[in-house]
């Protein structure tokens, strides 16, 4: 069996119970370095997860006998991992256990309500900044080649500088910190980090 397990923005905290106990039953446990060393009492076989995923695939195809765990940042289904679990190996082969994003994660903590939200990443991919732009509340999952000076840098071109972001850096670790800005004065490098665009503060 597959499992894709949700761990949250960061830790074991914010993991639920159910993906805790798939964890405690699994025979092989993935994901990324920084993943698996949060259990080190594990015993079972290990892949490290990186930039390999077709390596991955055949890896998980030679073992489907066993109980295998994919640990995923986040929730696996929120441009993670997931999503390329259900595709290659089918929905009824894979069972998602969900976690909390880090867009859920900054909402709560500065009390934005998720209503009427455009959620999107710029998380290894192209971004289309004109439909970003045409949004009145935005959350993206960011990485180091598209981050919130990028993306305050792309609003201003399109007239957006009045907007406000919250930056939300090293999410529910013990340095975390939460920004409220207006849009026109990003203009720092920020830490591993989740945004949300507002009309208003």
Known sequence: MLTVVGMGPAGLHLMTPA??????????LVGGKRHLQQFPDFTGEQFALGANIPE????????QEQSIVVLASGDPLFYGIGTRMVAHF?????????????????????GIDMNDMWLTSSHGRSVCFD????????????????????????LIARGKGYRWMVIGENLAM???RI??????????????N??????ER
């Open 174 to 176: 013990e340095n975390e």
């Open 19 to 28: 993906a805790r106990e798939a964890v405690a039953k699994a025979d092989v």
């Open 179 to 192: 920004h409220f800005l207006p849009v026109s004065e990003v203009n720092a490098d920020y830490d591993m």
């Open 90 to 110: 089918g929905i009824e082969n894979v069972r998602i256990i969900p976690g909390i994003s880090a867009v859920q994660y900054l909402c709560a903590q500065s």
């Open 131 to 154: 439909e970003l732009a045409r949004h009145n509340k935005v959350a993206m999952v960011t990485d180091t080649l598209c981050g919130p000076r990028e993306i305050a840098q792309q």
């Open 56 to 63: 991955l695939l055949n890896w998980i195809r030679a073992r």
């Open 194 to 199: 989740a945004v949300v665009i507002l009309d």
